[in-house]
């Protein structure tokens, strides 16, 4: 198999230039696809509407791969809410990543990762401290939601994925090209998974070219923004990226976003005690919203080993609230889920690939 390539790496435009170049008609590659990610076939001899040359060509020049769940880690159910769930899913390679299941009342959703660790090294984020290894391919960022689907049909049959987010490891929009087409896959209208762009909400942490870039696409994704301060030396420490991608600059990007979608953006801002929490920083957050449409998503901070952050104490939580709500805005609290199995944001990362206990003073 060394010599033989993976086809499920091929882009659709690329498997339509490797089919033209053994000689097949463009729609070939259409039949190829739906193989793939429809029937989701394991061989290419199951592809019974391919004529067995081109089945025989396809099998000495490719071959099929698939990712799978290594482990599934359950944190405990309570009154209040349902399971949360940390699937370890080996990629294509035999590299690992992790996606979670968030259930919620008549929601679903999966939270999957674009790369292997993450190049950006956010100080509050533990999957910057594995390092980059690779980007993943569409397939592998399309299998991941197969596999926790299937894995809740296997739970519960009349239970399915109802949203997805791009908020596990990586930066989405370091792989905005595989994104893209894992998302124009998942929502194939012809196929038997089918989901709707509108229950896709891609997350980044302002990554200027890459908004503008997805305002002018024709997707109809949601995009949330990862925030956590509207102070530009305050965001620099914490998302080192924002020194070139200034607050300004995004402020002005996510402007044009909405007047050429027409939709609102999600801020998401993590709340950690003693950074970021005050009323000034609240005052901050208020300014720099107000001149586009958008909700404030405020989220807890989810502790992580050897990091010496801490989540917000309820009382300053309210105050930072009653600022934002009293300048006008749409604020929610969003409870964290899958703390205890580290499945929470921020707390995604393969344990062997974290250097030592110092990590958090690198």
């Given at each position: 198999?060394?010599h ?11 498997l339509?230039g490797?089919l033209k ?6 729609y ?5 696809h739906?193989?793939?990610?429809n029937?989701?076939?394991e ?6 509407n ?11 020049r ?14 405990p159910?309570?009154?209040?809410r349902?399971?949360?769930s940390?699937f370890?899913v ?8 992790e ?5 919620a009342?008549?929601?679903d ?12 090294r ?42 997805i ?12 090209s595989?994104?893209l ?15 709707s762009?509108?229950?896709i909400?891609?997350?980044t942490v ?15 994704t ?18 080192p990226?924002?020194?070139?991608h ?7 990007a ?6 050429q979608?027409?939709?609102p ?9 003693g950074?970021n929490?005050s ?7 208020a300014r720099f ?13 989810n502790?992580?080993?050897?990091m ?12 930072f609230?009653r600022?934002?709500?009293?300048a006008?805005?749409?604020v929610?609290v969003?409870k964290s889920?899958?703390e205890?199995?580290?499945?929470a ?18």
């Open positions: 198999m060394d033989k390539i993976n086809i499920k790496s091929y882009s659709f435009n690329e339509q490797a170049e053994m000689g097949e008609p463009a070939r590659a259409g039949q190829v739906r193989w793939l990610f029937e989701r076939a061989n290419f001899d199951s592809m019974t391919l004529g067995s040359k081109l089945r025989n060509m396809l099998s000495d490719f071959f099929i791969p698939s990712c799978s769940i290594k482990k599934v880690q359950r944190e159910a309570t009154e209040d349902q399971k949360t940390k370890l080996s990629l294509h390679d035999g590299e690992y990543i996606s979670v299941h968030i259930p009342p008549k929601r959703t999966v939270c999957i990762s674009s790369q292997v660790g993450c190049p950006l956010c100080t509050f984020c533990a999957t910057g401290y594995m390092g980059f290894t690779r980007n993943l391919n569409a397939a592998e960022i399309v299998e991941q939601v197969f596999l926790v689907n299937d894995h809740l049909a296997c739970q519960s049959p009349a239970t399915h994925l109802t949203n987010v791009f908020m596990g490891m990586g930066e989405p929009l370091l792989n905005l595989n994104v087409e894992a998302i124009e896959t998942l929502s194939q209208q012809d196929y038997r998974f089918s989901f762009q509108r229950r909400t891609i997350s302002g990554l200027i070219p890459q908004i503008d870039s997805l305002s002018h696409s024709n997707l109809k949601k995009l949330a923004i990862s925030l956590h301060s509207a102070e530009q030396e305050k965001r620099s420490r914490l998302i990226v924002a020194k070139e200034t607050l300004t600059n995004l402020q002005n996510l402007e044009r976003y909405v007047a979608t027409n939709e953006v999600t801020l998401v801002y993590m709340l950690i005690e950074i929490d009323v000034r920083d609240a005052k901050n957050l919203s107000r001149s586009f449409l958008c909700k404030i998503n405020l989220i807890d901070y502790t992580i080993v050897n010496g952050f801490k989540p917000v104490k309820a009382e300053r939580l309210d105050g609230i600022v934002l709500v009293d006008g805005l749409h929610t969003r889920y899958g205890s199995i580290n499945a944001c921020g707390q995604l990362a393969i344990a062997e690939k974290i250097p030592g206990p110092d990590r958090a003073n690198q």
